[in-house]
């Protein structure tokens, strides 16, 4: 039987306790430590516990971490860690701007360090299931999509009580939420070649935008939309916090809120998951991580690949701010 990976944590709040969940559902992993400023949460994580990841890295032998801290921190931590050639899954927005990416993912690959993009949506089950819906010609050749994206906690004068900081964040919906659906649309419909994107601030208690549609040309000319706002719980409400349309010559497939799939308006696939976040999407990325690992294959988010999700998501705001289309091969080209 083939030892279990020792893995240590870095960064134990709100999110954190999502891969922690997961973790401890794989047997093929064993979380040894984890790091917090706050070491009690460390303690409720790990068996040891740190309050640096420092101090962590330089008292266990792993063989990978997890990086589950706020983005700007996500850079120094992966320094860290190829420092000691230790493999990274690294939670999304993978950094806070495009150079500061390109530098992550230039400082692991340079040392030969495996570094995956913690990115779960496109392992929501109702998303694989789609995958191979499309990928069978359940619905012939793709003519276009939308995705919306909603849920309820953006209000008031405390908005994103789960996640306060959220309110200081310098960008706001596209980098944190609608990131998710750029990425699901390159995994279903292939590459982006053009961003269109509108944004709007609606809550004066943030800084950034809470409130974008988005326009979206792939390669072979399918077009798309998400839309997406923090006003509104969907109806009927669940776990995939929106709905989402995929067309095709042939027929189409629609998923609402409930993450149940239909297509051409009958049922096709039932959600019944009632275990993990999201269509346990942690717990499928995180154990594609682990397989990867073990197996010596590519990550479906390794960073030089989810470079182009990323770059997705900085035309959208370039959109934004030039009111114009925006090609994602004019933020991939070296200078750009």
């Given amino acids: 039987m083939t030892p279990a990976l020792k893995g240590g944590i870095i960064g134990c709040g709100f999110f954190a306790e999502r891969h922690i969940e997961a973790w401890r559902r794989i047997p093929e992993v064993q979380i040894v430590s984890a790091a917090d400023p706050r070491l009690d949460r460390a303690r409720a994580f790990a068996g040891r516990a740190y309050g640096s990841a420092e101090e962590m890295l330089d008292h266990e032998q792993l063989d990978f971490v997890d990086i589950v801290t706020r983005v700007d921190t996500h850079l120094p931590l992966v320094r860290l860690a190829v420092q000691r050639r230790i493999p990274v899954i690294c939670q999304k927005p993978i950094a806070p701007d495009w150079g500061t990416a390109l530098e992550i993912v230039d400082t692991a690959e340079s040392a030969g360090v495996q570094l995956m993009v913690h990115e779960n949506w496109r392992w929501q089950a109702w998303y694989r299931v789609a995958h191979?819906?499309?990928a069978r010609g359940d619905i012939g050749p793709l003519i276009g999509y939308g995705f919306r994206t909603r849920t309820r906690d953006g209000m008031g004068r405390e908005p994103y009580?789960?996640?306060?900081?959220f309110r200081q964040l310098r960008r706001l919906l596209?980098?944190?939420?609608?990131?998710h659906h750029i990425d699901t649309a390159r995994f279903l419909f292939g590459e982006i070649e053009t961003v269109y994107?509108?944004?709007?601030?609606?809550n004066p208690n943030v800084t950034a935008e809470d409130q974008a549609i988005l326009v979206l040309t792939h390669e072979?000319?399918?077009?798309g939309w998400i839309d997406g706002h923090r006003f509104l719980d969907p109806i009927p409400d669940g776990p995939a916090m929106g709905d989402a349309f995929f067309e095709g010559e042939g027929g189409i497939i629609s998923i609402p809120a409930t993450g149940d799939v239909y297509r051409?308006?009958?049922?096709?696939w039932k959600n019944d998951l009632t275990v993990g976040y999201r269509g346990d999407s942690v717990r499928a990325t995180q154990a594609h991580f682990i397989a990867c690992l073990q197996e010596g294959c590519a990550f479906e988010s390794g960073g030089r690949e989810y470079l182009r999700t990323f770059a997705a998501v900085e035309a959208a705001y370039r959109s934004v701010s030039g009111q114009r289309n925006i090609s994602v091969a004019e933020v991939l080209q070296p200078g750009g």
């Fill in 197 to 202: 994107a509108q944004a709007s601030r609606r």
């Fill in 132 to 134: 191979q819906m499309i």
């Fill in 161 to 165: 009580s789960k996640q306060a900081y």
């Fill in 174 to 179: 596209i980098d944190e939420a609608m990131v």
């Fill in 264 to 268: 051409n308006n009958l049922l096709a």
């Fill in 220 to 223: 072979g000319a399918v077009h």
